[in-house]
């Protein structure tokens, strides 16, 4: 006998669509969570979904064999520029086959180490600016890392310089962007009907996603027109062949990839950047051993690439910051066949979507703890990070789609974070904020605000 899954009262015709925060879907699917518990069920008009937030049942649902993934809600919006790239491409596509095989041994932590000078190059591009409007510049976090993040991704993968730390505004492509993100995210939890009303917004989204293309398309044929040895993920692109099926990428697959290069690799690096440095604010304690372990690091010399290992209490906050804040805080998957979940109680049919409330689910107490929402890097560091329960923590995704690009992520982070601790003492703008978020394809934190003040390295 199994259990009916739980679903809030629905609104005819509607669903359960008002019932989601138009800014912030997250937050209304983990109060629901808190109302409904770790299983329910909603109608989003376009998309059936049951919502899970246990670790038992993220848990059961990593199974490759059971569970694919779904590309729902906002990435079918994204789909409209990513395609068949990596991140939006439908379980089975061919093309997702061919450049899995031949962009994964590109990221690969060998590869991505000999990609540290580019990404000390931008790194240094934001130190600098901190230095020069000096301590008393507020820092807007979000939006420097979120410089730093582009530039970066942009000049490893296609050795274009977007310069944004040399803008008074961003570059037009990542403000582009950034509004097609955006606007993909609200798409999904609208009525279509409403979307085909809203001419305005879908006129600015067509024109964003155009000059998206525009940028990545001129690259692609200046690159053809003006061939490169470096290896970058561009020239693998274009010049490799999948071994096992003897097919290279299209174009336009090249710029469906490009474009996932620059979207993933953007928002959810710059989001941990941010999180990590507000909990970092919020917990001294933690700051104060960060800086130790930078200063017997680095010392005051440049960060070398053999350093990144050795930087293990930075690595435990970054870990506890994805914990609990993962910047990608919501997967799905679709069930490959009949199933249940939680011992026989609950029935899913073949072809349910499930959203994996990851955020939500990193935080059970049964795994973490009563004070599972506290911010203890120690928990993850060294022996106890490998003691944790198999796929408690899974801010990078599950098995065959997990994410490409965390060497790269986690370098870069790397990086970034010992060379401003390196250089500042990090103080909050207002010191009694509390961490608010927002949300396009990732969230982020919102309205965080900082002092980067040059260190007086004798105290
Ligand atoms: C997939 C998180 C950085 C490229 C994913 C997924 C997650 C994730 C959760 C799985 C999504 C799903 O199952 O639907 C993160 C986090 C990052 C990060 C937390 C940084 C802290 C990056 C970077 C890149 C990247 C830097 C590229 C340079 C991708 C791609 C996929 C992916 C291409 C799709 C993989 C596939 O389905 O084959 N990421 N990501 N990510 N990520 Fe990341």
Redesign the pocket.
Known sequence: MTTPIPSPPALPLLGHITQIDKEVPLRSFELLADQYGEIYQLNLITRQSIIISSYDLMNEVSNDKRFS???VGG?VETRKGLGD???T?YPGEEN?GV??RL?MPA?STAKVRDMFDDMVDIAEQMVQKWERFGPLHVVDAVEDFTRL?FDT?AL??MSYRLNNFYMEQSHPFVQAMGDFLLESGLRANRPPIMNTLMRGSSAKFEADLKTMNELVDELIQYRKSHPTEKQD?LNIMLNGVDNKTGKGLSDENIRF?LL??LV??????S??LTFTLYYLCKNPEAMRRVREEVDEILGEGPIRVEDISKLKYISAC?RET?RLS???AM???EALEDATLSGGKYFIPKGSRIGIL?AKAQCDPKVWGEDAREYKPERMYGENFEKIPQNSW?????G???????P???Q??HIALAMVIQKFDIAMDDPSYTLEIKQQL?VKPKGFYCHAIPRNRSS
Do not use: S
Request: hydrophobic letters at 55%; charged letters at 10%; one cysteine or more.
């Open positions: 993934k779904a590309v990435l790239g990596l991140f491409a997702w450049a899995h962009l990221f993040a991704i490893c993968a993920l990839n996932t290069f993933a690799g953007h928002e959810t690096t989001g941990l970054l994805l993962p910047p990608a997967r799905a998957v990851t899974q801010p990078f995704g599950y065959m789609r997990a994410c490409i690009g965390r790269f992520a986690w870069e982070a990732t």
